[in-house]
Every structure is written in C-alpha cells, then in structure tokens.
C-alpha cells in the first residue's frame, strides 16, 4: 500500500471526530460550567457531551465503512471497530486536553493555539490507537507535518460555512 495513503486511510477516523463536533455539538457542556481551582473554566462551553458523543460515532462509523471498503488492511470487522473508536475516543481526549491547557493559560474559546490544537489530538490518537495497530514512524512523520495544513483548511471551510465563528 502507498505509504501516504495508508497514512491517510489509518488516520481518517480520528480527523473526522475530532472535526465532526463542530457540526454536532452544542448543549450541555462536559464541565457543566464549573471552574477548576484557578477559578477558570474547566473546559468551557465550546465541549459538549453531544459533540463528544457524537465525534466518537462518526469516527467509529468511519471506521466501519473503511472496513467495507478494504477489509484486507484490517482482517476482521472487530479490528477496524476497535482501531476507529480508540483513533476517535484518542483525538478527543487529546483535544479535551488542549482545551483544558488553554483555559489554564486564560486563553479565550476558540482562540488558536497553534501547536496544541493540530497536534494535540494527532499525538493522543496514536497513543490511544498504538496497543491495536500502529503504522511506521515515517508515516507518523507525514502525518505531523500534514495535519496542521488539513487543520487549518477544514477550520477555515467551517468558518466559510457558518459552522465556526472564526476561521481557526
């Protein structure tokens, strides 16, 4: 298999739930408002049970469908089930994380963190993912190199579609 696409193909399940909250969030948020000793939010309103669920869905479904659609790079349907949703539950710790960290640092919702929020999630998922399936170190390479030019254009798609409030 090309290396980029293999890449790609591994990585596809977290980079569509850790984008799909955007369109599939909003309501309660997961820190319920509290604060956390510093006296800023947790999290903030922008991390929403919904958007979490509903990332770890698409991300897992995504997986399946990459199942169905090339089996072979799996080998069974469990496989892919369980490499999806620990890529999906990895990319949306590591962006619970980044939150939490710019909310320590008196950051503003939304406000770019550049670094934490491209990387932030890639690096989690890959951690979470790595007991299941792993891939070579130099399509983990592509892949940190990649992923902050794929952020940075779907953020700035949202934002064309009204979906984001700001383009990053």
């Known amino acids: 298999m090309n290396p980029v696409f293999e890449a790609f193909w591994y990585i596809l399940p977290a980079y569509f739930a850790n984008s799909s909250p955007v369109v599939l969030g909003g309501g309660t948020p997961m820190d319920f408002g509290k604060k956390w000793k510093d006296g800023r939010r947790i999290l903030g309103d922008g991390k929403t049970w919904r958007g979490f669920f509903g990332g770890l869905t698409v991300g897992t479904l995504i997986?399946?469908?990459?199942?169905?659609?090339?089996?072979?790079y799996y080998g069974s349907l469990g496989l892919a089930l369980k490499l999806a949703f620990l890529?999906?539950?990895?990319?949306?710790v590591g962006d619970l994380i980044g939150s939490f960290i710019k909310?320590?640092?008196d950051l503003p919702r939304g406000y770019p963190a550049v670094g934490?929020?491209?990387w932030g999630f890639l690096i989690s998922a890959l951690c979470f993912a790595y007991p299941v399936?792993?891939?070579?170190t130099g399509e983990v390479l592509f892949l940190l190199v990649?992923?902050?030019?794929?952020?940075?254009?779907t953020n700035v798609f949202a934002y064309k579609m009204g979906w984001k409030s700001v383009p990053w």
């Open 103 to 105: 909310r320590r640092l």
């Open 63 to 72: 997986g399946v469908i990459q199942y169905y659609l090339m089996p072979s």
């Open 133 to 136: 399936k792993t891939i070579p």
């Open 146 to 153: 990649v992923t902050p030019l794929i952020h940075w254009g």
């Open 87 to 92: 890529l999906a539950l990895g990319a949306l």
């Open 116 to 118: 934490l929020d491209q």
